[in-house]
């Protein structure tokens, strides 16, 4: 391919990762990035913001969230005709709608993609694609672009209601557990007693926190999280008041329920034997 390919934000994590792939890929990458060093190899430092997006087909918005919305207005409008702007944030509702205001002559593709910059392989990861004006066009022109990867299409409510569970609940839970993990003035003691149950905690969490304070913040501030953060903590309030009154019948109702439920589309053994397979592995 001889495309060229602006990425905004190609000094972050997502974008130098982007940046990387697309250099494999066979593209020419300009990268521009105002707060951090563009440290991927081969790629063409623009000069301005405007300077990363003439005369490109491709451009990628790897930046936060709430800066979305006003970069598109800004970038829009300084593309070439039947170029391509793609939007990679975490929450949708608001980024879908400015994309869909763009100028007719460029060509919106609005996606986020379920894997982080670790990322080796892109092969069976998941892409979710949010339709703005042409799905089939849109996933098309995803499918060019991450040829190995699985997609799937959904509208911005309701993957913005779906993300609220996948990234806005885990993330509150596990930076709730980060702090009280970082007042244990023992933690090496914790350390040492604890189990692979805590371990495999332990280590999600810690990795949830080499994300940016900034992307965390836009995950957890989903307008759709605060209902399942709301049921939550009034369940951890039943559960605790019931087992400080004893009441051991309705707490193993509420844990026989949950099994149930969940039991009749998922192999709780089999998960448990993978829990401890992938423990096992990283441990090694």
């Known amino acids: 391919m001889n495309k060229k390919i602006g990425i905004l934000g190609a000094g972050g994590k997502m974008g130098s990762w982007f940046a990387n792939y697309f250099i494999k ?4 990458v300009i990268g521009y990035d105002s707060d951090n060093e563009i440290k991927a190899k081969s790629v063409t ?7 990363a997006v003439l005369q490109n087909d491709y451009v990628f918005l790897c930046i936060p969230a709430k800066k979305t919305p006003e970069i598109v207005r800004l970038v829009s409008k300084e593309m070439k005709r039947d170029s391509c702007l793609v ?6 509702t608001k980024t879908a709608t400015s994309l869909l205001k763009m100028p007719k002559k460029i060509n919106p593709l609005c996606m986020h993609p379920m894997f982080g ?3 080796k392989k892109i092969d069976g990861k998941n892409i979710i694609i949010i339709p703005i004006k042409d799905a089939k066009k849109e996933l098309a022109t995803s499918k060019l672009l991450f040829p190995k990867a699985n997609f799937v299409t959904i509208d911005a409510v ?15 839970i596990n930076i709730v557990f980060a702090n009280i993990l970082a007042k244990d003035d023992k933690i090496l003691l914790t350390e040492k007693m604890s189990g692979s149950t805590f371990q495999a905690q332990k280590i999600i969490t810690e990795s949830i926190l080499t994300e940016s304070p900034d992307l965390i913040e836009t995950i957890i501030s989903n ?13 951890i309030g039943r559960l605790l008041t019931e087992t400080q009154e004893g009441k051991s019948e ?6 026989r329920a949950s099994q149930e439920k969940i039991s009749k589309n998922v192999d709780l053994d089999k998960s448990y034997r993978k829990l401890s397979a992938m423990f096992n592995s990283a441990s090694r």
């Open 250 to 255: 309705e707490i193993q109702n509420y844990i």
């Open 25 to 28: 890929m066979g593209f020419e």
């Open 117 to 119: 910059p670790g990322t």
């Open 158 to 172: 309701e993957h913005d209601k779906k993300i609220a569970v996948i990234l806005g609940l885990t993330h509150l």
């Open 87 to 92: 939007d990679i944030s975490s929450t949708k």
């Open 223 to 235: 307008p759709e999280l605060r209902r399942y953060a709301e049921e939550f903590w009034k369940d």
């Open 45 to 51: 430092k623009a000069n301005s913001l405007i300077g």
